[in-house]
């Protein structure tokens, strides 16, 4: 079981950056990945890292503006996201899992994290 601690949302103004982080506690060798949850909407994959071998997946709309990382001596992956803009603005969830073979999907995550609002003003 992983317990886990996102931090870092807040508000800021649209072109402006953000960097989450989501501390992991307990057994830690998971695939690790970010969700967003804008209100009224479905949880939606933004994305994810591979324990192994750091690759990286990411939803077309964030590409080229957001980037995941993980320092494992830390237990902590990070979200850089950049050039925010509105529709950006959502609850981010950390999440830990098992990816298969193909792209990230929702049910590949079993331990969540209790959000961390991030708020983008136009």
């Known amino acids: 079981q992983v317990q886990l601690v996102e931090s870092g949302g807040g508000l800021v103004q649209a072109g402006g950056s953000l960097r989450l982080s989501c501390a992991a506690s307990?057994?830690?060798?998971?695939?690790m990945g970010w969700f967003r949850q804008a209100p009224g909407k479905e949880r939606e994959f933004v994305a994810a890292?591979?324990?192994?071998?750091?690759?990286?997946y990411y939803t077309d709309s964030v590409k080229g503006r957001f980037t995941i990382s993980r320092d494992n001596a830390k237990n902590t992956v990070y979200l850089q996201m950049n050039s925010l803009k509105p529709e950006d603005m959502a609850v981010y969830y950390c999440a830990a899992g098992r990816l298969g073979l193909g792209n990230p999907r929702k049910t590949d995550f079993g331990s969540w994290g209790q959000g961390t609002q991030v708020t983008v003003s136009s």
């Open positions: 307990g057994r830690t060798f998971y695939d």
């Open positions: 890292i591979r324990w192994t071998s750091g690759m990286t």
